[in-house]
Nanobody
Framework: QVQLVESGGGLVQAGGSLRLSCAASGRTFNAMGWFRQAPGKEREFVAAISWTGGSTYYADSVKGRFTISRDNAENTVYLHLQLNSLKPEDTAVYYC?????????????????WGQGTQVTVSS
């Protein structure tokens, strides 16, 4: 059974930092990613990482500010997203997800499993 449990969201002032984490068990040999959804907007891609962690890809809006990483343990993968230089427009619910394959993809339809989401709020 696949499970994803996210943590690390919260309220931060603009310019601040947060670190999101996601513990994923049951399907660990896949690429993973982070998406976000702001109120009234569609879910959008944030970052993705290959199974080995050797390749990463970022949305232009977060490139240079966010860093995705993963720790592959025997039965659990710990996925992280370091958020620096946060802006009010980064406010959203952030979701971790497991892709269908091992390669990076930025398309939500190619992710099969999703976490419950964690709220990030950036005040101005």
């Amino acid at each position: 059974q696949v499970q994803l449990v996210e943590s690390g969201g919260g309220l931060v002032q603009a310019g601040g930092s947060l670190r999101l984490s996601c513990a994923a068990s049951g399907r660990t040999f896949n690429a993973m990613g982070w998406f976000r959804q702001a109120p009234g907007k569609e879910r959008e891609f944030v970052a993705a990482i290959s199974w080995t962690g050797g390749s990463t890809y970022y949305a232009d809006s977060v490139k240079g500010r966010f860093t995705i990483s993963r720790d592959n343990a025997e039965n659990t993968v710990y996925l992280h997203l370091q958020l620096n230089s946060l802006k009010p427009e980064d406010t959203a619910v952030y979701y971790c997800a497991i892709a269908r394959g091992v390669a990076i993809t930025l398309w939500a339809k190619e992710y099969d499993y999703w976490g419950q989401g964690t709220q990030v709020t950036v005040s101005s």
